[in-house]
């Protein structure tokens, strides 16, 4: 699968978490991994890419990092 496709399905999921929740709660990173089927070192660069090209963030929740939004 390309890149691309792989960003627009990983932003999809990840907005819709975000609508139902109204942006209080993150997708985990286990949440991806039917989508990018990698070893953790490349999923964990591939989201860590996203994050620094600000389509994604990733905060520290109560229990876990979560992957979110990134706010405006």
Same mark, same amino acid.
Do not use: C, W, Y
């Given at each position: +699968?390309e890149? !691309? !496709? /792989? !960003?627009r399905q990983? #932003?999809e999921?990840?907005?819709?978490?975000?609508n139902e929740t109204g *942006? &209080?709660n993150g &997708? *985990?990173?286990g %949440?991806?991994?039917?989508? /990018?089927?990698?070893?953790l070192? %490349?999923?964990n660069?591939? /989201?860590?890419r996203?994050?620094?090209e600000?389509?994604?963030a990733?905060?520290m929740?109560?229990n876990?990092? +979560?992957?979110? #939004?990134?706010? &405006?």
């Amino acid at each position: +699968m390309e890149i !691309e !496709e /792989l !960003e627009r399905q990983i #932003l999809e999921i990840v907005a819709k978490k975000h609508n139902e929740t109204g *942006g &209080n709660n993150g &997708n *985990g990173f286990g %949440d991806f991994d039917h989508i /990018l089927n990698m070893s953790l070192d %490349d999923r964990n660069a591939f /989201l860590n890419r996203m994050v620094a090209e600000k389509k994604i963030a990733i905060r520290m929740g109560p229990n876990a990092r +979560m992957i979110m #939004l990134p706010k &405006n």
